[in-house]
Structure formats: structure tokens, C-alpha cells
């Protein structure tokens, strides 16, 4: 990267200038990474979602394993993979995914189990075989809930995905790493700023998707009701 | 049209049926509620008709076929549902509610807003509702709709599991109202279900009144359970004023009027005076080439050569053919004159009735 922390008449501004394609690559990059993790993690996970919920005894094993993969530190993770799949892209992946399918299967679940009695047995009476009954009513009903889910896991994601770089798969955290290898503040700050302003609008931005999918569920009617992880303790950045 | 063959249901992990060997013949364009105290098995009884509960014995024919030997989907498509709480999806508007089951089973899109505009007009829903979702509509609306949906395909069979309870009596009684009237045109075979007598009695062509473990008590018309209830279970169901209840159930029609006094308003006071003496009355019902147009009593007439002379006082009610004794009776108690005076629907004087006449109805 150009420019350097030794050189104090260089301003802040002057530095993003002159670094901006660089940043935008990490951070495109960092969106890819997201956008691959949630992406897998959910098609993992809806099926799994949906089974669980079809046959609830496979609910609490389904949970049970996804819950231990959640709980592995982050970087444990990474370094548990080294030895199979080295400083690849796969390694950072499968450990984004992997803390994304318990939030999203969980939530899932959830908006299914929401759905109200009395519809389902309506539709049922009328004549909706059971697979209808998943695609026309339960889903876009468990709607609402299933996008809380991924919103969870995107922006926890986004927050994981700067771990990545310890491994050199690039994103924002390599400014961050970088700015505290060369003690240039700005760096530092300017990756950790661009990767929550990231997590906001990726949120905001989801959230208007599901408003514009699911224009029956005004606030009053069908709040939704998405399970929140509890929060991860000692996450290592850096 | 429907038909039960020694119906038994015993859910599992369960001693007592829920339903035991009941058999009922319901015919075709008939109305038959199924009434009695919680745990008497009406609903399950009714859910086993489009097999949303499997009977563990016995037979259930809809339009002579066996419902077991058909394919469930296929079935339920076929028999209009309705349930208490309505369960309309909630995201879907009101006319993609209605137009669910045509829908399903694959009608063109153009037949399927015409039976929606159709249903909407049927059920005085107005058109720009069309659009609206489930949340966004009144309790009664909700259950508009509701019927409306299950009528939808236009199945020969419907079933009702307490359509109109979640609403507040004056919305229930009039949706009843309106869906007599729209069965009358329809003529669809109907097993509705609740718990309240009252309703039963105004809703049905037959009662089938049932005991705690699906036991059949009685199965009669309305005005029979009440005239003749077959044993204590029934009598203690129908409750108190089992006499009004069956007048609300006779038509005045059906049991004819009296004689009463009447004069037309041009006769003379002798004329007035002779007819008021004929029944026993001091006052006279004043009418104008047959129509209605008042009373007036003995002294009003003091001193005047004709009847035309005085102002005839309006009756405050009264009744036509097509009410049922009930009013009639109501009419009487309420009128200063003790009758009630019966007239047509054109206002053509036919008779009146007295409580004597009304009671004998009942006793005999």
C-alpha cells in the first residue's frame, strides 16, 4: 500500500484518495465473502430447516450439531482447516458458513412453527396438499422470520469475515491488519468503519427487501419474530 | 347425500370414543346442525366428512362414495369449509382468498374473477375490498369472506364448524340473516356445527343432538325437539322457554287468522258499533277498500254519524303472514288493543290473532 504511517504530511483524506482502488477491491471482495457464506450457508440450511420442522425429532440433532460448529472460535476454526484445505478460500468459507447455519435454520424454524394453526387447517380443509401448503402458505408466512435469520447471519458475517484475512483471504480486515502492523490509525479506523457502515446497509437493505416481499405483514399484524443467538464471548479480532 | 354407517372414533392414547357408532342421513339441499356440550364429538364428527380425521370404524358416503376410497385432496376440494376462526391467509387479498379453491383446481383466470365479482356482489362485499388483506377487514367481513371462499367452486357440500362465533351477537344475527337467505337460492347440503341452541334452531332443517362420547340423543326438525324432546338430555339442552322458542319457529301463515273486528271507513256508527259487539270488543279496525288504515274505539265514536268522522289511530305493529308467532305474540302483549292485527304484504287486512289462539298452537 501506498503512503506510510512515517510520513505525517500526508492528511487522512490524501491517503484514501490515493489508496481508493485498493480499498474498493477489498472491500467488493468483502462483500463476495459475505455473500458467498450466507449464500451457502442457506441453501445448506433450508432444506435442514425444513426437515426439521416436518419431522420435529430431528429439530434437537440438527440444532445440537450446528450449535457446537457455532460455538468453535472463529479463528480455532481457520486453524483446525489449515491442514486440509490450507490458506484457501475454502478454509475461510466453510468457517463462514458454518456459523451461519444454527441463525438461519433456528429462525427458519421458527417462522414455520409461527405460522397460525387456524390457516393451516383452513388451507388444509380446502384442499392444499402438503407441499402447496409449504410453498403457498407456510413459507410466505415464516417469510418475515426467515429474513430476520439472514440478516442476523449477514451481519455477523460481515463482522467474521475480517478474521479472513489472518489468512490471507483479503476483505476489510486487511486494512485493519495492516494498519496495526505499520501503526497508521487511519487504516485501522477506516476498515473497521467501512465494515460497519457495511453491516448497516446490508441489514437496511434486507429489511427493505422483505417489507416490499411481504406487503400483508404491517407491523401490528405479523411482527417479526427472529431468534437472536446469544452473543459470542472473547471473539478474536487480530 | 351424506351418510354415516355406525361412525366410531377413538383417538389414540384415548379409553372413550370421541364418537360412537353414530349413524345419520343427511339429504340433499338439507341443513343439518350437529348441536351439543363440549366433548359431545360434533366437530370431530364433521372433520371425518373431508377426512381431516380418519373415523377408526364405520362408513362415510358423500354422494354415495365412500370417502375412505377417495383421494383426500381431491375431496376436500369438493366440500366447502368453513371454521370458526375463519383462517383466511393472511397474505393473500380478499378476492385470491375467495379464489383459492378455483384456483387449485385450475380454472382460467378469467372464470375465476367473474365467480369473485359474483361471490363479492352474493355476500354485499364491496368490490374495492377486493384488494385489501385479511388484517385490514372488520370481524364480520372476515366471516363474509370466509364463506364466501368455501362457496367459491361452488361444492354441492359444505361444512361449517361455528362460522359466525367470533362475532358479537347483532353482527351474528345478521350474518345468519343473510346466509338463510343466500342458502335458500343455493339449496347446498350443509352439516353445520355449534354449541348454541338458538342458533341450531335458527339455522337448521334437522337437528342431530349429541351427547358427551358422540352419542346421536335425537335427530328431528327444530320444531320437533322442541315440541316433542325424545329424553331429559334434550329437554335440559333446549333450556328454558321451549314455548317461545318454538313460536319463533311457526309462521302465522301455517296456522291461519281469526275474525276481528273490522269496518270499512265509510260504515256508520251503528255498523262500528255492531262489529265491536260481534267479538266483544270496544274497538273496531278501520279499513279502506281493504287496506289498513287504523283503529278506533267506542268512545271516540260518541256522537259521530259515521266512522269516517274520526281520525283512525295507527296500530303501533302489527304483523303479516310471514311472521312468526313470536312477533305475533310480542304484537300482542305491546298493543293496548290485546290483538295482534294481521295484514299482508300490501297492507290488505287478512285477520288478527289473540293469545288464546297462539297458546292452543302450543299446547296442543
Not at chain 1, 77 to 92: E, H, K, M, Y
Not at chain 1, 192 to 206: F, I, M
Not at chain 2, 8 to 16: A, E, I, M, N
Not at chain 2, 55 to 82: E, F, H, T
Request: glycine share 8%; hydrophobic share 45%; charged share 20%.
Amino acid at each position: 500500500m501506498r503512503g506510510s504511517s512515517g510520513v505525517v504530511a500526508i492528511s487522512t483524506w490524501q491517503w484514501v484518495v490515493d489508496n481508493r482502488a485498493e480499498i474498493l477491491r477489498l472491500l467488493v471482495q468483502h462483500i463476495q465473502l459475505t455473500a458467498i457464506a450466507v449464500g451457502i450457508g442457506f441453501v445448506i440450511s433450508f432444506p435442514l430447516a425444513v426437515l426439521a420442522y416436518r419431522h420435529r425429532a430431528l429439530y434437537p440433532p440438527i440444532t445440537w450439531i450446528t450449535g457446537l460448529l457455532y460455538t468453535i472460535p472463529g479463528l480455532a476454526l481457520f486453524v483446525l482447516l489449515l491442514p486440509f484445505t490450507g490458506l484457501s478460500i475454502t478454509t475461510a468459507e466453510v468457517g463462514l458458513v458454518s456459523y451461519t447455519l444454527l441463525i438461519l435454520i433456528r429462525n427458519t424454524v421458527t417462522g414455520l412453527r409461527s405460522v397460525p394453526e387456524d390457516v393451516k387447517e383452513a388451507a388444509r380443509g380446502m384442499g392444499y396438499t402438503s407441499r402447496q401448503m409449504l410453498w403457498r402458505v407456510e413459507l410466505p408466512l415464516a417469510l418475515p422470520a426467515i429474513v430476520a435469520g439472514i440478516r442476523i447471519a449477514t451481519v455477523s458475517t460481515i463482522g467474521l469475515v475480517t478474521v479472513a484475512a489472518l489468512i490471507g483471504r483479503g476483505g476489510l480486515g486487511q486494512l485493519i491488519l495492516e494498519g496495526l502492523n505499520r501503526l497508521y490509525n487511519t487504516e485501522v479506523l477506516l476498515g473497521a468503519l467501512l465494515s460497519v457502515t457495511l453491516a448497516l446497509v446490508a441489514d437496511g437493505a434486507l429489511l427493505l427487501g422483505q417489507r416490499a416481499l411481504t406487503p400483508w405483514a404491517r407491523e401490528r399484524t405479523y411482527r417479526t419474530r427472529g431468534w437472536m443467538p446469544p452473543r459470542k464471548a472473547g471473539f478474536p479480532v487480530g | 347425500m351424506i351418510s354415516l354407517e355406525r361412525v366410531s372414533k377413538v383417538f389414540p392414547g384415548t379409553s372413550r370414543p370421541a364418537v360412537s357408532e353414530l349413524s345419520l342421513e343427511i339429504a340433499r339441499g338439507e341443513t343439518v346442525v350437529l348441536v351439543g356440550p363440549s366433548g359431545c364429538g360434533k366437530t370431530t364428527t364433521m372433520r371425518m366428512i373431508n377426512r381431516l380425521i380418519e373415523p377408526s370404524s364405520g362408513a362415510i358416503l358423500v354422494d354415495g362414495k365412500d370417502v375412505m376410497r377417495q383421494d383426500p385432496v381431491q375431496l376436500r376440494r369438493g366440500i366447502g369449509y368453513v371454521i370458526q376462526s375463519i383462517g383466511l391467509l393472511p397474505h393473500r387479498t380478499v378476492a385470491q382468498n375467495i379464489a383459492t379453491v378455483p384456483k387449485l383446481a385450475g380454472w382460467d383466470d378469467q372464470r375465476i374473477r367473474r365467480r369473485v365479482d359474483e361471490l363479492m356482489d352474493i355476500f354485499g362485499l364491496d368490490r374495492e375490498m377486493m384488494d385489501r388483506y385479511p388484517s385490514e377487514l372488520s370481524g364480520g367481513q372476515r366471516q363474509r369472506v370466509g364463506v364466501a371462499r368455501a362457496l367459491a367452486a361452488d361444492p354441492p357440500v359444505m361444512l361449517m364448524d361455528e362460522p359466525f362465533a367470533a362475532v358479537d351477537p347483532i353482527v351474528r344475527a345478521r350474518l345468519q340473516d343473510e346466509f338463510l337467505d343466500i342458502q335458500r337460492r343455493l339449496r347446498k347440503t350443509i352439516v353445520f356445527v355449534t354449541h348454541d341452541i338458538d342458533e341450531a334452531i335458527k339455522m337448521a332443517d334437522r337437528i342431530a343432538m349429541l351427547n358427551v362420547g358422540g352419542i346421536l340423543e335425537q335427530y328431528a326438525s327444530p320444531e320437533e325437539i322442541l315440541r316433542e324432546p325424545a329424553n331429559s338430555f334434550v329437554q335440559e339442552f333446549v333450556g328454558a322457554e321451549r314455548g317461545l322458542k318454538r313460536l319463533a319457529l311457526i309462521k302465522v301463515a301455517e296456522i291461519g287468522v281469526e275474525e276481528g273486528p273490522v269496518v270499512e271507513r265509510s260504515a256508520s256508527t251503528e255498523e262500528a258499533l255492531a262489529a265491536m259487539k260481534r267479538f266483544g270488543m270496544d274497538w273496531v279496525t278501520v279499513v279502506e277498500g281493504g287496506r289498513l288504515l287504523g283503529w278506533v274505539d267506542r268512545a271516540s265514536l260518541n256522537g259521530r254519524a259515521s266512522v269516517g268522522e274520526v281520525a283512525p289511530r295507527r296500530f303501533s305493529a302489527y304483523v303479516t303472514a310471514n311472521s312468526s308467532l313470536r312477533q305475533a305474540l310480542d304484537s300482542i302483549i305491546t298493543s293496548r288493543t290485546n290483538v295482534a292485527v294481521v295484514a299482508d304484504d300490501g297492507d290488505r287486512y287478512l285477520g288478527v290473532l289473540t293469545v288464546e289462539r297462539i297458546s292452543k298452537e302450543i299446547v296442543s
